[in-house]
């Protein structure tokens, strides 16, 4: 369901309904423009362009379409496994006091 209705106020005031689909891009009162990540009845997530993701109540948000493209974002590389380190020599057993013994009786 990735066209739902995202603008209640709208409705309030008997004008009709948009309904907002994932990719559109809006602008936010507060935080400004940003594209629509996920819209559902309950939630809809914008990544902002300035204010990153943020979540808000389908039924209370209120959203102006624009035609402004989205800011080339740099590509967040994964991070990478660190390579498997060589195990270290075994150490040889400290002497104890026994051992000691043993070789001076010898």
Do not use: C
């Amino acid at each position: 369901m990735v066209a739902v209705v995202a603008a209640a106020a709208a409705s309030r005031a008997g004008e009709p309904m948009k309904s907002w689909t994932k990719g559109d891009r809006v602008v936010q009162p507060t935080y400004g423009p940003g594209t629509l990540v996920e819209v559902n009845e309950h939630h809809t997530v914008i990544d902002f362009d300035e204010h990153g993701r943020r979540t808000f109540a389908t039924r209370l948000v209120t959203l102006q379409s624009t035609n402004e493209p989205a800011p080339n974002k740099p590509v967040r590389k994964r991070a990478t496994k660190a390579k498997a380190k060589e195990p270290k020599a075994a150490k040889e057993p400290k002497e104890t006091k026994a051992s000691k013994e043993a070789k001076a009786k010898d």
